[in-house]
C-alpha cells in the first residue's frame, strides 16, 4: 500500500526566503506526482505534475523535481512571498497506472510573513 | 476555460437526513473523482466514475453514493447523515485517457452536520 509523507509538517519564514518541502512515498513504481497548494476552506489548485521519465517540472517560481529510486519530491519555491501562505500537499496515483484515485500525503503548512 | 464547479457552497443538515452534493467536471474532462477532507484527518478518497461507470470506491460505508451522468456531471449522495459526516466534500475532474490524468480540483461543499 503506497504510503505518502511530507516533511516539514509547518514552516515559518520570512518573505524573501528561498524553501524547500519534500514529499516521500513508499512504492517507486509512480507514473506521476502532483503538487498542489490548498488555501483554508478552500479547494486544490494544481500546481505541477511530474512525470515519471521527468526529473524536473517549472513554474514560474516553482520548481519540482523527482527522484524515484530514492521515493522522494521536493518542490522549491524561489522568493517566498507571503501570498504563498497556504497548505502545499503532494499526491501520487496507484501504483503502476497514471490515472485514479490519488493518495495524499497530509501537507506542510506554509506561512511566510513580511 | 470554465474549471470544475461544486454547488451547494454550504450545506448544513441535521443526523438522519440526507444530503446531495453536485459537481461539473472540466469541459471535455470524463473522470470525475470525489474525495473528503475531515477536520485532522487529511484527503480520503471516496469515489471514482468515468464514462458514466463507477470505477473505484473508497473504504466508505454504502450510505455514501454516486452517480456520474451523460454529460460527465457527477452527484454524491450521503444518506442517513451522521455528526462525522461534517466535512469539506472535494470534487476533481480529469482526462484519463491523456496518460496524464492531472486532476483539477473544484471549490468544495462544505456539508455541516448538527
Known amino acids: 500500500k503506497q504510503e505518502v509523507t511530507q516533511i516539514p509538517a509547518a514552516l515559518s519564514v520570512p518573505e524573501g526566503e528561498n524553501l524547500v518541502l519534500n514529499c516521500s512515498f513508499t512504492d517507486s513504481a509512480i507514473y506521476n506526482l502532483q503538487w498542489f497548494r490548498q488555501d483554508p476552506g478552500k479547494g486544490l489548485t494544481s500546481l505541477l505534475l511530474i512525470q515519471s521519465s521527468q526529473r524536473e517540472q517549472t513554474s514560474g517560481r516553482l520548481n519540482a523535481s523527482l527522484d524515484k529510486s530514492s521515493g522522494r519530491s521536493t518542490l522549491y519555491i524561489a522568493a517566498s512571498q507571503p501570498g504563498d501562505s497556504a497548505t502545499y500537499l503532494c499526491?501520487?496515483?496507484?501504483?503502476?497506472?497514471?490515472?485514479?484515485?490519488?493518495?495524499f500525503g497530509q501537507g506542510t503548512i506554509l506561512t511566510v510573513h513580511p | 476555460e470554465a474549471g470544475v464547479t461544486q454547488s451547494p457552497t454550504h450545506l448544513i443538515k441535521t443526523r438522519g437526513q440526507q444530503a446531495t452534493l453536485r459537481c461539473s467536471p472540466i469541459?471535455?474532462?470524463?473522470?470525475v473523482y470525489w474525495y473528503q477532507q475531515a477536520l485532522g484527518l487529511g484527503l480520503q478518497f471516496l469515489l471514482w466514475y468515468d464514462e458514466g461507470e463507477e470505477r473505484n470506491r473508497g473504504n466508505f460505508p454504502p450510505r455514501f453514493s454516486g452517480r456520474q451522468f451523460p454529460n460527465y456531471s457527477s452527484e454524491l449522495n450521503v444518506n442517513a447523515l451522521e455528526l462525522e459526516d461534517s466535512a469539506l466534500y472535494l470534487c476533481?475532474?480529469?482526462?484519463?485517457?491523456?496518460?496524464?490524468?492531472?486532476?483539477?480540483f473544484g471549490p468544495g461543499t462544505r456539508l455541516t452536520v448538527l
Open positions: 469541459s471535455g474532462h470524463t473522470s
Open positions: 476533481a475532474s480529469s482526462l484519463a485517457s491523456s496518460g496524464r490524468d492531472e486532476q483539477f
Open positions: 499526491a501520487v496515483p496507484p501504483i503502476g497506472t497514471s490515472y485514479g484515485k490519488l493518495t
